[in-house]
């Protein structure tokens, strides 16, 4: 048989994929040492990066920020492609807007004064026994913060009807929870381990979203790739694999040698390769040990599969809101978009709670104008809430929000005591003409947003979830025959678009490190 060259199948074209790629082409483009083939099961190029238009401004389906423009890989490239400057209005374009008005359930007034105590519940907790969650250390500052305190806080509130010192406090505590509910993906705090979360590192610098759109980075990740490469509607079904050497007699291909890795696809084709790099999310990995849906055969070795099942994998949502075109503030002296809201629900099982309000709004902390003078509003939604949303109906989203909104602002906005120059003055009512929403939890090709650390697993399983498969060097089958990518397989940047970045071009390294090494 004639010796051929190796192929590299990449499965999946997001971040990590398209990365990989990338390097791979750049640096075989010279020396024509391998094959390769992007295979992609959706229709689209970006993975979990997804830019669409909305309202007439440019929004994100999915990932939205650079964290960190010191040293961040995917700042460069928006620098380079020159990303970052756009005519059209675009997502969180004046940064992160201004500190958003606090507004309590049927509330007559705002006390952004409340907010400051949060920030103190990290020093209080510091101070007490080692947590084993992020949820219970949060909360051990919390009740530090009360014990401290004195009788005030069961005293009732004026201008908040109910509403005591303590549990407007609670109710605040609450507003922070879910935002790092949003920024975890974790649908409980106390299923966030504590310990871990310390070693996840943030770059210096702002944080900033991309001007052009986050699908600018792929798309010049993927243009210096030939056509063809990257191949859409190919989702893969099986990834038959050799632990040990098993020489298949039919794994010939025109005549030459066979090729230790056999992809099945959907529509019943095959393919074989020598490597391949699977960037599939860790949902998707998740679904495939958990429902033994074959999709490696031979399973994955048990500290493969069990690192799988440890970690963590959340779902947030983002909902877009439109306001009316026929939404006009009353007070022709009044100025300004929609404000920046920061609601405090009362707790779900409280009899004092709006019972109109859905439970799926009540874990929403935050809704606000995607921009300054926007008539588009956001709000994000992580767990079970985030679920909930994706089998809702837009009338029932709109009903759902505008019902929440009046109950929030009907005593503000009839308040004789207001002043013209308050953010609600001439506001009648609010009114949505259309939403749009993501959907991350139920689309089988993500089945979820991006991972974090659980209780009970450890960045160790970071590293576990890196490990090429044969793991043992000394069989006689041939090496580097799966190899992973994705941010869930990066030890301190994952969750983020540059982990998936990195960890496409360490698996990258790994193949060309490999191949130097034998002198191709």
């Known amino acids: 048989m004639v010796l051929k060259k190796p192929r590299i199948v990449i499965i999946g074209a997001g971040m990590a994929g398209l990365t990989a790629a990338n390097k791979l082409h750049t640096m075989n483009a010279s020396k024509d040492m391998f094959e390769l083939c992007v295979v992609e099961g959706g229709t689209r190029i970006g993975g979990r990066i997804n830019t669409s238009e909305f309202g007439g401004d ?19 490239i928006a620098q380079q492609i020159h990303s970052l400057e756009s005519d059209q209005p675009w997502e969180c374009m004046d940064g992160n807007l201004d500190e958003p008005t606090t507004i309590a359930e049927v509330s007559d007034t705002e006390r952004n004064e409340h907010c400051s105590y949060y920030h103190k519940l990290a020093a209080k907790a510091s101070n007490m026994s080692v947590a084993t969650s992020v949820g219970s250390f949060l909360r051990q500052g919390l009740d530090a913060y009360w014990s401290s305190g004195s009788k005030e806080q069961e005293e009732d509130l004026k201008g908040y009807g109910k509403w005591s010192r303590k549990l407007l406090e609670e109710g605040i505590f609450a507003v922070h929870e879910n935002i790092q509910r949003t920024y975890t ?37 993927a243009s210096v790739l030939p056509p063809g490469t990257v191949q859409l509607g190919r989702k893969v079904t099986k990834i038959e694999w050799q632990p040990e050497r098993n020489h298949d007699p039919m794994n010939v291909e025109n005549g030459y040698c066979s090729r230790p890795v ?49 970690l963590g994998f959340g779902v947030v949502n983002k909902l877009f809101m439109q306001l009316s075109p026929t939404h006009e503030r009353k007070d022709e002296h009044s ?9 405090v629900f009362h707790s779900p099982h409280s009899e004092m709670r709006h019972k109109e309000i859905p439970w799926w709004m ?32 837009d009338e029932e989203i709109i009903h759902g929000v505008s019902t929440t909104l009046s109950t929030f602002l009907s005593h503000k906005l009839h308040n004789e005591n207001v002043s013209s120059e308050d953010k609600f003055h001439g506001y009648d009512e609010v009114k949505l003409s259309k939403v749009l929403k993501t959907q991350w939890g139920t689309d089988p090709l993500f089945l979820g947003s991006y991972s974090y650390v659980s209780m009970g697993s450890s960045g160790d399983d970071l590293d576990l979830m890196a490990e090429p498969l044969p793991k043992d060097k000394s069989l006689a089958s041939p090496p580097l025959q799966i190899l992973f990518a994705g941010e869930a397989t990066h030890r301190t940047h994952y969750s983020t678009t540059h982990g998936a970045y990195f960890s496409g071009h360490r698996e990258a390294n790994r193949l060309l490190q490999y191949y130097h090494c034998l002198g191709i």
């Open 58 to 76: 440019k929004v994100e389906m999915g990932a939205t920020w650079i964290h960190g423009i010191g040293g961040s890989p995917i700042h460069k």
């Open 185 to 221: 993906s974790a649908g409980d705090l106390l299923s966030l381990d504590y310990r871990a979360e310390s070693e996840y590192q943030m770059f210096p610098g702002e944080e900033i979203t991309i001007a052009k759109g986050y699908l600018s980075i792929i798309e010049s990740l």
């Open 262 to 310: 056999k992809l099945h696809f959907y529509d019943g084709s095959v393919m074989y390769a020598d490597h391949v790099i699977v960037t599939v999310s860790l949902g998707v990995l998740k679904d495939a040990i958990h429902h033994d849906s074959g999709m490696f055969y031979p399973p994955l070795p048990s500290f493969k599969a069990e690192a799988i099942s440890r």
């Open 335 to 343: 100025r300004g978009c929609f404000p920046s809201l920061q609601m």
């Open 362 to 393: 009540r874990k929403t902390a935050t809704l606000c104008p995607i921009h300054n003078n926007s008539s588009v509003l956001l709000s994000w939604f992580a767990g079970e809430e985030a679920l909930a949303l994706e089998s809702l109906k």
